[in-house]
Protein backbone atom coordinates (compact mmCIF):
# COMPACT_ATOMS: atom_id res chain seq x y z
CA UNK A 1 0.00 0.00 0.00
CA UNK A 2 1.14 3.60 -0.95
CA UNK A 3 0.17 6.00 2.07
CA UNK A 4 0.84 9.68 2.19
CA UNK A 5 1.29 10.54 5.66
CA UNK A 6 0.64 14.20 6.42
CA UNK A 7 2.64 15.48 9.42
CA UNK A 8 5.10 13.02 8.82
CA UNK A 9 7.12 14.56 11.77
CA UNK A 10 4.93 15.02 14.20
CA UNK A 11 5.03 12.12 17.54
CA UNK A 12 2.78 9.95 16.67
CA UNK A 13 3.64 9.41 12.93
CA UNK A 14 7.02 9.10 13.78
CA UNK A 15 5.92 5.96 15.24
CA UNK A 16 3.60 4.73 13.05
CA UNK A 17 6.00 5.33 9.68
CA UNK A 18 8.34 2.47 10.92
CA UNK A 19 5.24 -0.18 11.75
CA UNK A 20 4.13 0.95 8.15
CA UNK A 21 7.35 0.43 6.84
CA UNK A 22 7.71 -2.96 8.59
CA UNK A 23 4.40 -4.32 7.05
CA UNK A 24 6.08 -3.24 3.48
CA UNK A 25 3.74 -0.27 3.08
CA UNK A 26 5.42 2.37 1.13
CA UNK A 27 5.65 5.65 3.18
CA UNK A 28 5.43 9.19 1.98
CA UNK A 29 6.16 11.56 4.45
CA UNK A 30 4.70 15.21 3.93
CA UNK A 31 6.54 17.43 6.16
CA UNK A 32 7.01 21.21 5.92
CA UNK A 33 10.65 22.10 7.73
CA UNK A 34 13.08 20.20 5.21
CA UNK A 35 15.52 20.03 8.29
CA UNK A 36 13.24 16.96 9.37
CA UNK A 37 13.89 14.81 5.95
CA UNK A 38 16.64 12.97 7.44
CA UNK A 39 14.37 11.72 10.78
CA UNK A 40 11.69 10.71 8.87
CA UNK A 41 13.83 8.62 6.18
CA UNK A 42 15.91 7.42 8.71
CA UNK A 43 12.01 6.32 10.01
CA UNK A 44 11.20 4.68 6.70
CA UNK A 45 9.47 7.09 4.61
CA UNK A 46 10.26 9.05 1.44
CA UNK A 47 10.59 12.56 2.98
CA UNK A 48 8.17 15.14 0.61
CA UNK A 49 8.37 18.76 1.58
CA UNK A 50 5.00 20.75 1.39
CA UNK A 51 3.93 23.34 3.42
CA UNK A 52 -0.10 21.72 3.34
CA UNK A 53 -1.52 24.88 4.99
CA UNK A 54 -0.68 26.90 1.78
CA UNK A 55 -1.52 24.44 -0.83
CA UNK A 56 -4.67 24.58 -3.09
CA UNK A 57 -6.73 21.66 -3.40
CA UNK A 58 -5.66 21.01 -7.04
CA UNK A 59 -1.96 20.74 -5.74
CA UNK A 60 -2.89 18.85 -2.91
CA UNK A 61 -4.17 16.45 -5.32
CA UNK A 62 -1.25 16.45 -7.11
CA UNK A 63 0.25 14.86 -3.89
CA UNK A 64 -2.11 12.47 -3.56
CA UNK A 65 -1.76 11.07 -6.68
CA UNK A 66 -0.73 7.47 -7.34
CA UNK A 67 -1.03 6.90 -3.45
CA UNK A 68 -3.82 4.44 -2.21
CA UNK A 69 -4.21 6.31 1.39
CA UNK A 70 -4.08 9.41 3.40
CA UNK A 71 -3.52 9.46 7.37
CA UNK A 72 -3.79 13.34 8.56
CA UNK A 73 -1.59 13.16 11.43
CA UNK A 74 -0.67 17.23 11.29
CA UNK A 75 -1.74 19.98 13.54
CA UNK A 76 -1.03 23.73 14.63
CA UNK A 77 0.63 22.33 17.35
CA UNK A 78 -1.79 24.58 19.52
CA UNK A 79 -0.78 28.17 17.55
CA UNK A 80 -2.76 31.15 17.62
CA UNK A 81 -6.85 30.33 16.69
CA UNK A 82 -5.96 31.68 13.11
CA UNK A 83 -3.52 28.58 12.44
CA UNK A 84 -5.69 26.34 14.37
CA UNK A 85 -7.81 27.06 11.74
CA UNK A 86 -6.09 27.38 8.81
CA UNK A 87 -4.47 24.33 9.48
CA UNK A 88 -6.25 21.87 11.44
CA UNK A 89 -9.73 22.86 9.92
CA UNK A 90 -9.37 24.54 6.25
CA UNK A 91 -6.32 22.36 4.93
CA UNK A 92 -8.03 19.31 6.93
CA UNK A 93 -10.82 19.72 4.62
CA UNK A 94 -8.96 20.66 0.99
CA UNK A 95 -6.70 17.66 1.87
CA UNK A 96 -10.32 15.30 2.24
CA UNK A 97 -11.67 16.91 -1.07
CA UNK A 98 -7.96 16.54 -2.76
CA UNK A 99 -8.35 12.73 -1.92
CA UNK A 100 -11.64 12.49 -3.79
CA UNK A 101 -10.08 14.73 -6.58
CA UNK A 102 -7.04 12.34 -6.98
CA UNK A 103 -9.50 8.93 -6.48
CA UNK A 104 -7.93 7.65 -3.06
CA UNK A 105 -10.89 6.74 -1.45
CA UNK A 106 -9.14 5.57 1.92
CA UNK A 107 -8.82 8.03 4.77
CA UNK A 108 -7.89 7.89 8.12
CA UNK A 109 -7.95 11.01 10.69
CA UNK A 110 -6.33 11.09 13.57
CA UNK A 111 -8.57 13.82 15.68
CA UNK A 112 -8.91 13.48 19.68
CA UNK A 113 -11.93 12.03 22.74
CA UNK A 114 -14.78 14.01 22.52
CA UNK A 115 -14.40 15.87 18.98
CA UNK A 116 -17.93 16.65 17.75
CA UNK A 117 -20.48 19.40 17.96
CA UNK A 118 -21.40 18.25 21.89
CA UNK A 119 -17.54 18.94 22.54
CA UNK A 120 -18.44 21.16 25.94
CA UNK A 121 -15.19 23.45 25.43
CA UNK A 122 -16.48 26.89 26.31
CA UNK A 123 -15.24 29.48 23.87
CA UNK A 124 -13.29 31.57 26.46
CA UNK A 125 -11.16 28.33 26.88
CA UNK A 126 -7.33 28.13 24.87
CA UNK A 127 -8.35 24.68 23.65
CA UNK A 128 -11.71 26.04 21.59
CA UNK A 129 -10.19 26.73 18.75
CA UNK A 130 -9.01 23.48 18.06
CA UNK A 131 -12.08 21.73 19.42
CA UNK A 132 -13.99 23.53 17.17
CA UNK A 133 -11.67 23.04 13.92
CA UNK A 134 -11.53 19.17 14.60
CA UNK A 135 -15.27 19.02 14.81
CA UNK A 136 -15.85 21.22 11.61
CA UNK A 137 -12.46 18.74 9.66
CA UNK A 138 -14.38 15.09 11.37
CA UNK A 139 -17.72 16.21 9.85
CA UNK A 140 -16.64 17.37 6.77
CA UNK A 141 -14.70 13.50 6.63
CA UNK A 142 -18.07 11.98 7.92
CA UNK A 143 -20.44 13.77 4.87
CA UNK A 144 -17.45 12.65 2.09
CA UNK A 145 -18.02 9.88 0.39
CA UNK A 146 -14.28 8.79 1.45
CA UNK A 147 -13.32 5.26 2.58
CA UNK A 148 -13.03 6.93 6.17
CA UNK A 149 -12.00 6.29 9.72
CA UNK A 150 -11.71 8.46 12.86
CA UNK A 151 -9.25 7.61 15.28
CA UNK A 152 -10.03 9.95 17.99
CA UNK A 153 -7.61 8.81 21.12
CA UNK A 154 -7.44 10.40 24.59
CA UNK A 155 -4.79 12.23 25.57
CA UNK A 156 -1.58 11.70 24.42
CA UNK A 157 1.50 10.37 26.22
CA UNK A 158 4.95 9.51 25.72
CA UNK A 159 4.74 6.49 27.73
CA UNK A 160 6.00 2.71 26.06
CA UNK A 161 3.19 1.17 23.98
CA UNK A 162 1.65 -1.65 25.13
CA UNK A 163 -0.06 -2.71 22.53
CA UNK A 164 -3.46 -3.26 24.27
CA UNK A 165 -6.76 -0.62 24.16
CA UNK A 166 -9.98 0.19 25.61
CA UNK A 167 -12.25 1.94 23.18
CA UNK A 168 -15.33 3.81 23.97
CA UNK A 169 -17.83 0.97 23.13
CA UNK A 170 -17.09 -0.20 26.69
CA UNK A 171 -18.31 2.69 28.29
CA UNK A 172 -15.03 4.09 29.27
CA UNK A 173 -14.57 7.93 29.57
CA UNK A 174 -11.70 9.56 28.43
CA UNK A 175 -8.44 9.34 29.97
CA UNK A 176 -4.60 8.98 27.88
CA UNK A 177 -2.88 6.64 25.81
CA UNK A 178 0.68 6.02 24.67
CA UNK A 179 1.42 7.94 21.40
CA UNK A 180 3.09 4.27 20.63
CA UNK A 181 -0.20 2.53 20.81
CA UNK A 182 -2.00 5.21 18.64
CA UNK A 183 0.07 4.18 16.02
CA UNK A 184 -0.56 0.83 16.08
CA UNK A 185 -4.43 1.13 15.56
CA UNK A 186 -3.76 3.89 12.78
CA UNK A 187 -1.73 0.82 10.79
CA UNK A 188 -4.09 -1.67 12.16
CA UNK A 189 -7.13 0.44 10.53
CA UNK A 190 -5.33 1.16 7.34
CA UNK A 191 -4.96 -2.71 7.06
CA UNK A 192 -8.62 -3.10 7.66
CA UNK A 193 -10.87 -1.91 5.19
CA UNK A 194 -13.90 -3.27 7.45
CA UNK A 195 -13.09 -0.42 9.63
CA UNK A 196 -14.36 2.42 7.55
CA UNK A 197 -17.22 4.80 8.30
CA UNK A 198 -16.07 3.85 12.11
CA UNK A 199 -15.50 6.89 14.69
CA UNK A 200 -12.82 5.04 17.04
CA UNK A 201 -12.45 6.82 20.46
CA UNK A 202 -10.08 5.14 23.16
CA UNK A 203 -7.57 5.06 26.06
CA UNK A 204 -4.68 2.63 26.85
CA UNK A 205 -6.42 -0.19 28.19
CA UNK A 206 -6.34 -4.13 28.29
CA UNK A 207 -7.34 -5.75 24.95
CA UNK A 208 -5.13 -6.03 22.31
CA UNK A 209 -5.43 -3.54 19.89
CA UNK A 210 -6.33 -6.91 17.13
CA UNK A 211 -9.15 -7.93 19.33
CA UNK A 212 -10.07 -4.34 20.24
CA UNK A 213 -10.66 -3.52 16.79
CA UNK A 214 -11.79 -6.80 15.60
CA UNK A 215 -15.39 -5.54 17.98
CA UNK A 216 -14.98 -2.22 16.45
CA UNK A 217 -14.89 -3.68 12.53
CA UNK A 218 -17.54 -6.03 13.75
CA UNK A 219 -19.87 -3.23 15.15
CA UNK A 220 -19.61 -1.02 12.08
CA UNK A 221 -20.23 -3.63 9.76
CA UNK A 222 -23.54 -5.11 11.97
Known amino acids: MRILLIG ?10 PLLAQ ?3 EVTAVIRNPEHSADVEADGATALVADVQSLSTEE ?15 GA ?45 PQDDP ?37 AVETSRTGAGKGSVPRADVALVVADVL ?3 GTAGAVIEFNGGETPVAAELDAVEAAANA
Open 60 to 74: LADLLDGHDAVVWSA
Open 127 to 163: FFAYADAKTAADAHLQESALHWTLVRPSALTDDPGTG
Open 191 to 193: ERP
Open 23 to 25: RSH
Open 8 to 17: GHGKVARHLT
Open 77 to 121: GGGSPERTYAVDRDAAIRSMDAAAQAGVQRYVMVSYYGAGPNHGV
